[in-house]
């Protein structure tokens, strides 16, 4: 079934240069307050909030068939398992993403996005399984020289029925996002573009037996985590371009 596309802006221009596959996914989500998070965002970039709360993500995911336009997947790149910890911004009116992290089993593609897109990668020790009944065992251990530890050992499932998330709606504030920022060294701001079909989603269960990914940032994750389950997606992305502050 055809589902029409939930951006809120025009896609850029000029062409997408990357393109890949997001699957055995799980949004995890607190809230925080605000107080708590935004002195921890660099100047110019607004925390989103709703209804006077902040949101902190914590993402397990498998990336797969990635590879640079018109080029085929590139052996030992093109699938990894990656875990980021976010949270929810925007600059000029257009909504996006903010990591504070982001954990991946290759330290070729740690590097490069490291150097390339100012995004902050870090080596770690990595396994997932899904076993028979359909739950993702999902475990991550940092291993980032100079880094502060962070461990996330988990087990998840979605659930039979999917939907596609509403305007409006909690699910859809906390999903559609189609960029991310970043910041260079010397604090310049970016920001990377990425298209795809709205997400298919579930609502989520999961165990947890260790996620202490937030703690590097001094923030204590308290109470059920709001969690859903998505679908495989393709994903196109976009150079970073400068943001004007």
């Given at each position: 079934?055809?589902?029409?596309?939930?951006?809120?802006?025009?896609?850029p221009?000029?062409?997408?240069?990357?393109?890949?596959?997001?699957?055995?996914?799980?949004?995890?989500?607190?809230?925080?307050?605000?107080?708590v998070?935004a002195?921890?965002?660099?100047?110019?970039?607004?925390?989103d909030?709703?209804?006077?709360?902040?949101?902190?993500?914590?993402?397990?995911?498998?990336?797969?068939?990635?590879?640079?336009?018109?080029?085929?997947a590139?052996p030992?790149?093109?699938?990894?398992?990656?875990?980021?910890?976010?949270?929810?911004?925007?600059?000029?009116?257009?909504?996006?993403v903010?990591?504070f992290?982001?954990?991946?089993?290759n330290?070729?593609?740690v590097?490069?996005?490291?150097?390339?897109f100012?995004?902050?990668?870090?080596?770690?020790?990595?396994?997932?399984?899904?076993?028979?009944?359909?739950?993702?065992s999902?475990?991550s251990?940092r291993?980032?020289?100079?880094?502060?530890?962070?461990?996330f050992?988990?087990?998840?499932?979605?659930?039979?029925?999917?939907?596609?998330?509403?305007?409006g709606?909690?699910?859809?504030?906390?999903?559609?996002?189609?960029?991310?920022?970043?910041a260079?060294?010397?604090q310049?701001?970016?920001?990377?573009e990425?298209?795809h079909?709205?997400?298919?989603?579930?609502?989520?269960?999961?165990?947890?037996?260790?996620?202490?990914?937030?703690?590097?940032?001094?923030?204590?994750?308290?109470?059920d985590?709001?969690?859903?389950?998505?679908q495989?997606i393709?994903?196109?992305a976009?150079?970073?371009?400068?943001?004007?502050?």
């Amino acid at each position: 079934m055809h589902v029409e596309s939930d951006r809120t802006w025009p896609l850029p221009r000029y062409p997408w240069v990357m393109r890949m596959t997001w699957s055995e996914l799980l949004f995890a989500h607190w809230q925080v307050a605000p107080e708590v998070i935004a002195p921890l965002l660099p100047r110019g970039l607004t925390l989103d909030t709703r209804d006077g709360a902040a949101w902190i993500g914590v993402v397990p995911f498998l990336m797969s068939n990635i590879a640079p336009r018109c080029c085929p997947a590139i052996p030992r790149l093109s699938r990894f398992l990656e875990l980021n910890v976010r949270t929810y911004v925007t600059f000029e009116g257009k909504p996006g993403v903010w990591f504070f992290s982001l954990d991946a089993e290759n330290p070729v593609a740690v590097r490069v996005a490291r150097a390339t897109f100012n995004l902050p990668y870090m080596d770690a020790k990595m396994a997932m399984h899904e076993d028979d009944s359909g739950a993702i065992s999902y475990q991550s251990n940092r291993t980032h020289r100079g880094e502060p530890a962070a461990i996330f050992d988990a087990s998840y499932r979605g659930s039979k029925e999917t939907f596609h998330a509403q305007p409006g709606s909690l699910e859809h504030w906390l999903t559609a996002r189609y960029c991310l920022y970043s910041a260079s060294r010397d604090q310049r701001l970016f920001r990377g573009e990425i298209d795809h079909a709205p997400w298919t989603l579930s609502q989520a269960s999961w165990t947890v037996n260790k996620n202490t990914m937030c703690s590097p940032l001094g923030i204590e994750l308290t109470g059920d985590p709001h969690l859903l389950f998505a679908q495989p997606i393709s994903v196109r992305a976009w150079a970073a371009t400068r943001c004007s502050t």
